[in-house]
């Protein structure tokens, strides 16, 4: 069975940083593209960054370039999401998702974890 | 970037219902389109994906259509578990922008 479970979130300041983990398992991770998506609070979706399964390429929203860095470490199925200089605008669940290269579904979605930017 | 566009953006339908969410385009997409149903709390789910391919698991009342631009998701004789909101979301390029969503509520 495919699990993904996200930890890392919490309540964190404007301007601070957060790293964001995801713990994959069930299948063999290496092979996958990987994503984060966020939802801010009643709001929609927002796909946020993808890594390839080699960690040769990423790419992001434009709203987080040069702040965010996505990255995994396949001997660890382990996907991991940097949050740098971060704002109110980033308040949101962050999901990590199997899948999200162009052409590639998102077809696995974690529970999602809460991050809230407030002084 | 490719925007999406959704509608209606809420639906009120009863059970047994015929349903029909739009979802168009701005440019061209091909097939690389999805749809998820999201209820309150819980992540979203795929339910669809290439336009028209049903993810496994799927109940067959829900179909997908369309190609290019318009794209449009069908729930025959909806269920008290489909009241939910449903997105389409674009994979051809980035930013595989979503659609604003669209809430289906019970009339």
């Known amino acids: 069975e495919v699990q993904l479970v996200e930890s890392g979130g919490g309540l964190v300041q404007p301007g601070g940083s957060l790293r964001l983990s995801c713990a994959a398992s069930g299948f063999t991770f290496s092979n996958y593209w990987m994503s984060w998506v966020r939802q801010a609070p009643g709001k929609g979706l927002e796909w946020v960054a993808n890594i390839r399964p080699d960690g040769s390429e990423e790419n992001y929203v434009d709203s987080v370039k040069g702040r965010f860095t996505i990255s995994r470490d396949n001997a660890k199925s382990s996907l991991y999401l940097q949050m740098n200089s971060l704002r109110a605008a980033d308040t949101a669940v962050y999901y990590c998702?199997?899948?999200?290269?162009?052409?590639?579904?998102?077809?696995?979605w974690g529970q999602g974890i809460l991050v809230t930017v407030s002084s | 970037d490719i925007q999406m566009t959704q509608s209606p953006s809420t639906l009120s339908a009863s059970v047994g219902d015929r349903v029909t969410i739009t979802c168009r385009a701005s440019?061209?997409?091909?097939?690389?389109l999805a749809w998820f149903q999201q209820k309150p709390g819980k992540a979203p789910n795929l339910l669809i994906y290439?336009?028209?391919t049903l993810q496994g698991g799927v109940p067959s009342r829900f179909s997908g259509s369309g190609s290019g631009t318009e794209f449009t998701l069908t729930i025959n004789s909806l269920q008290p578990d489909d009241f939910a909101t449903y997105y389409c979301?674009?994979?051809?390029?980035?930013?595989?922008?979503f659609g604003g969503g669209t809430k289906v509520e019970i009339k």
């Open positions: 998702v199997r899948g999200g290269g162009s052409g590639s579904i998102l077809d696995y």
């Open positions: 440019q061209n997409v091909d097939s690389w």
């Open positions: 290439k336009a028209s």
């Open positions: 979301q674009q994979y051809k390029s980035y930013s595989f922008t």
